[in-house]
């Protein structure tokens, strides 16, 4: 791959997302989307027998989104849940009480607060691991290791890890090692985990793969029977899971998603080149700059980037909020992956309970600025980014 900006997509992509997991009524009335099956019962045939029992345990709407969301990681199974966090916990029960994990250091704040203070207190040991460098990775592997949690790119710092060579290194350390990557910054369009080594793709759905800032869930995709099963169990057991009609929004999401990535990075990628040229920013990190040091680590690993970039305000906190403040068209919210422009100070926002020590180490500093590129006519973006800049910072 040359450069990010005319990447090849993965075969067949849009077909897959239409089609794959649209079950149409061919029996009743025709329809050529599915209905939503919003029963939370069903009727059995004779006692014990049944396609369906239970919604928490399964549902049509259900099983049709995770078919679509399997095959577009090139997965063969997928589980949906009632948002990324809850997948998260999920996933990690998998593992059991004195076992070990390592969780990336760089990673999203609700990610990092769950591992620090729920995980720990259910018997795990937490080791929190610059994953970005596959050295300190090979250091903190132990005999008790058991997962290993990754996310590239990181969530707000837009690192990049190799996920191949940190799959190769833990599966050859030990084959029963899980890894796990949140690919919620790229979606499943730009980068697939599980070709890349990793044992677990996951998601937040509520970001890209929905995107349209309606609905909260969350998904983990692997290739694994006996892993899936796992899982599914846990689905039902825990109960965590997503309602029909968010299922039905995020398949219906899903059938733009290769228009929308599309718009999200050719817009994310002027912005980047308008901020890094810009007189009030300090610095600009988006994987599709050839000044992102992992640049081409990116070309290697992905076809294509989001609308994700962050990027440091010359000045402090003062400085920060006075931008934000005087932002008129942009979005001063949470999340992400939405048709609208959002942007975050990570700081007080979506990283604000995590220790300041930590943060700063990783480069979450008060003059840190995550923006969600939309789907906005571009120009009306850079303008807004310049007038709000230039009101915030002198120069």
Not at 87 to 92: D, N
Not at 142 to 166: C, F, G, H, M, Q
Not at 336 to 355: N, R
Request: proline share 4%; aromatic share 6%.
């Amino acid at each position: 791959m040359g450069s990010l900006s005319n990447s090849e997509p993965f075969a067949k992509f849009a077909t897959t997302a239409i089609h794959t997991g649209s079950h149409r009524d061919l029996e009743g009335y025709g329809a050529v989307i599915a209905p939503i099956t919003i029963s939370s019962t069903y009727v059995q045939s004779a006692p014990g027998e049944f396609q369906y029992e239970y919604s928490r345990l399964d549902n049509p709407s259900r099983k049709a989104l995770e078919e679509t969301l399997a095959a577009l990681e090139n997965g063969k199974y997928a589980a949906t849940f009632g948002s990324g966090l809850a997948a998260v916990s999920q996933i990690t029960q998998l593992v059991k009480a004195g076992d070990e994990v390592i969780c990336a250091s760089d990673c999203y704040g609700g990610t990092n607060d769950f591992f620090r203070n729920r995980a720990v207190n259910n018997g795990l040991k937490v080791t929190l691991v610059d994953c970005t460098d596959v050295d300190k990775v090979a250091a903190a592997l132990t005999e008790n290791t058991r997962l290993v949690w990754l996310e590239s790119p990181a969530n707000p710092t837009i690192k990049i890890t190799d996920i191949k060579a940190v799959s190769d290194l833990v599966h050859a350390y030990n084959k029963d090692i899980l890894v796990a990557v949140d690919n919620t910054f790229m979606s499943s369009y730009f980068q697939r985990p599980l070709d890349l080594g990793a044992d677990i793709s996951h998601q937040s759905l509520t970001k890209y793969m929905n995107g349209h800032c309606d609905v909260v869930m969350g998904a983990a995709v692997v290739n694994d029977e006996k892993l899936y099963e796992k899982l599914f169990y846990l689905q039902r057991a825990n109960g965590a899971v997503p309602s029909p009609i968010d299922c039905f929004l995020v398949s219906r999401g899903l059938k733009t998603l290769h228009l929308r990535m599309r718009e999200h990075m050719t817009n994310g990628l002027i912005v980047a080149k308008f901020l890094e040229s810009h007189p009030c920013v300090e610095k600009v990190l988006h994987p599709g700059l050839p000044s992102h040091p992992q640049y081409e680590l990116v070309k290697k690993q992905a076809r294509g980037t989001s609308g994700m970039l962050c990027f440091y305000v010359k000045g402090g906190l003062q400085e920060a909020k006075s931008f934000l403040k005087n932002l008129k068209l942009i979005v001063l919210a949470v999340s992400l992956g939405g048709p609208e422009s959002l942007v975050a100070h990570p700081a007080t926002m979506t990283h604000k309970h995590t220790p300041k020590e930590n943060r700063l180490a990783v480069g979450i500093t008060d003059n840190l600025i995550r923006l969600s590129v939309g789907l906005e006519t571009v120009e009306d973006l850079t303008a807004d980014l310049d007038q709000a800049l230039r009101t915030a910072v002198a120069v």
